[in-house]
Antibody
Framework: QVQLQQWGAGLLKPSETLSLTCAVYGGSFSEYYWNWIRQPPGKGLEWIGE???????NYNPSLKSRVTMSVDTSKKQFSLKLTSVTAADTAVYYC????????????????WGKGTTVTVSS | SELTQDPAVSVALGRTVRITCQGD??????ASWHQQKPGQAPVLVIYGQNNRPSGIPDRFSGSTSGNTASLTITGAQAEDEADYYCVSRDSSGNHVVFGGGTKLTVL
């Protein structure tokens, strides 16, 4: 059974860089896309971006200037960095595995991490 | 958001409820549906044309017509009370977009 275990700093000051990592246990790493998603307190889910095993990325246009995702295939891990954080970046951050078809017609997050609460406060 | 959901829907215990998701991208890309209970990570309940992951009860079903995807719960149970989110590629195909979510109350 595939599991995603995520970790990273939970308390940041404004202007710092958020850094999270998600490790994949079980299953293939190369056959999927890997996503980061966040959820501000009391609000809905927001897609941050996606990455595959070769490092190909797509980012949410609203966050693109501050987001970098990377992969370490040897460790089956992928990471998120978000620079210049503000209080608006306070959220639960989730990593997720994505199954997909080559034309994107089928695209779904079938395994989720438990989430990491990140608070930005001075 | 490019995917529009009703903020809240209610259903009587044991009755059928439909939760909808509208967006132009759904004419090309299938939506998937995720259930989220308070304090928990989302869980995939429907993907593709009408597919359920292992362990999801068969009272959950999905369909798409034109620009609208629907999640139907036939015989809603108390444990189905949750937030439901649809998600798919956006109209450009280059990004992913979530609907705003629907809070389902089972009366």
């Amino acid at each position: 059974q595939v599991q995603l275990q995520q970790w990273g700093a939970g308390l940041l000051k404004p202007s710092e860089t958020l850094s999270l990592t998600c490790a994949v246990y079980g299953g293939s790493f190369s056959e999927y896309y890997w996503n980061w998603i966040r959820q501000p307190p009391g609000k809905g889910l927001e897609w941050i971006g996606e990455i595959n095993h070769s490092g190909s990325t797509n980012y949410n246009p609203s966050l693109k200037s501050r987001v970098t995702m990377s992969v370490d295939t040897s460790k089956k891990q992928f990471s998120l960095k978000l620079t210049s954080v503000t209080a608006a970046d306070t959220a639960v951050y989730y990593c997720a595995r994505v199954s997909y078809s080559s034309d994107w017609v089928y695209y779904y997050m079938d395994v989720w991490g438990k989430g990491t609460t990140v608070t930005v406060s001075s | 958001s490019e995917l529009t959901q009703d903020p809240a829907v209610s259903v009587a215990l044991g009755r059928t409820v439909r939760i909808t998701c509208q967006g132009d991208s759904l004419r090309r890309y299938y939506a998937s549906w995720h259930q989220q209970k308070p304090g928990q990570a989302p869980v995939l309940v429907i993907y593709g044309q009408n597919n359920r992951p292992s362990g999801i009860p068969d009272r959950f079903s999905g369909s798409t017509s034109g620009n609208t995807a629907s999640l139907t719960i036939t015989g809603a149970q108390a444990e189905d009370e949750a937030d439901y989110y649809c998600v798919s590629r956006d109209s450009s195909g280059n990004h992913v977009v979530f609907g705003g979510g629907t809070k389902l109350t089972v009366l």
